[in-house]
């Protein structure tokens, strides 16, 4: 037995699943067991139990893969799925509910679909979901979602220009703060590192561990420093140059990488490391 990551291809979010089946690989189209039904899915990654040991959330497992009538199954969906948006839409201005429908979702087995909304609030939508059992003949599920999930269904563009990270390769949200922006150097200004769902942008993530590595082995903010051309000041980082800007006494900035700079720190690393590699050689314990 091994486990398959596979991102459900309604929601784009990645769960993983127990797998029994032989001869599946990335890339393949499977059906999985979820706490909903029968849902469809792409395998991303195939993961051992050793790899598992830290994971603790497993949705379901494995069916089957993929057969030629199941794509054609999915097509139909399609359809049913169209429909019912548009009788929910209208239910909803009929009954007056103050919600908006994002996205619906017929499960593979043809017994239930999901309708994914959004409000501001709590909404008694059990009217709602009589009235459209009665007209679709299928078990209907009403899923609030937040706002981040909410763009990820809707799309758009970001700040950047390009679509929206979440809606085309993101499949699960990761926590973020200010603090990653502050370290980054961004501007601390919200409307500046906020995506279309108001909250922090996804890609504050990306680029954060390198800094926090940079940060390690870089002279502070404001320290004095010896470079090729003098004595300077830190005044910024130049995270991906791998070096530092600096400002000289006459007001003169310039950039060098930390190869080309020395600061007390430095010197101190430098002889902690050559201590630590010849008590080493000489069988010391540290």
């Known amino acids: 037995m091994n486990y398959l990551s596979v991102v459900l291809k309604k929601t784009q979010k990645a769960y993983y699943f127990k797998n029994t089946l ?29 790899e598992m040991k830290d994971i603790t959330s497993v949705e379901g497992k494995v069916i089957r893969k993929f057969r030629q009538d199941d794509y054609r199954k999915l097509e139909q969906f399609k359809h049913k799925e169209a429909q019912g948006r548009e009788i929910c839409e209208r239910l909803i201005t ?81 926590p973020m703060s200010v603090k990653m922006a502050k370290d980054q150097g961004l501007p601390l200004n919200t409307f500046k590192i906020s995506g279309l769902c108001g909250r922090l942008m996804c890609c504050l993530k990306y680029e954060y ?21 003098g004595k300077a000041k830190i005044v910024d980082y130049q995270v991906v140059l791998g070096g530092v800007t ?8 310039r950039e060098y990488k930390l190869s080309e700079i020395r600061w007390a720190g430095k010197k101190e690393q430098s002889e902690d490391k050559s201590r630590v590699k010849k008590d080493r050689g000489s069988g010391l314990e540290l």
């Open 246 to 253: 600096v400002e000289f006494e006459t007001g003169v900035r």
């Open 22 to 50: 032989k001869n599946i690989d990335i890339g393949d189209d499977v059906l999985v067991k979820t706490s909903h039904g029968i849902e469809a899915g792409e395998v991303i990654e195939i993961c051992g139990e050793e």
């Open 209 to 229: 561990d390198n800094y926090v590595e940079f940060s390690k082995s870089a002279p502070p903010i404001d320290s004095e420093v010896e470079t090729p051309d």
């Open 94 to 174: 009929e009954l007056g509910l103050p919600m908006k429908l994002l996205d619906v979702e017929w499960l593979f087995d043809g017994k239930k679909a999901i309708f994914y909304f959004s409000a501001e609030g709590r909404v008694d939508f059990r009217e709602l979901v009589k009235k459209m059992a009665a007209e679709l003949k299928i078990r209907i599920e009403m899923r609030q979602v937040g706002v981040r999930d909410e763009a990820k269904m809707i799309g758009g563009l970001g700040p950047c220009g390009r679509d929206l990270c979440c809606a085309t390769f993101l499949t699960q949200f990761e």
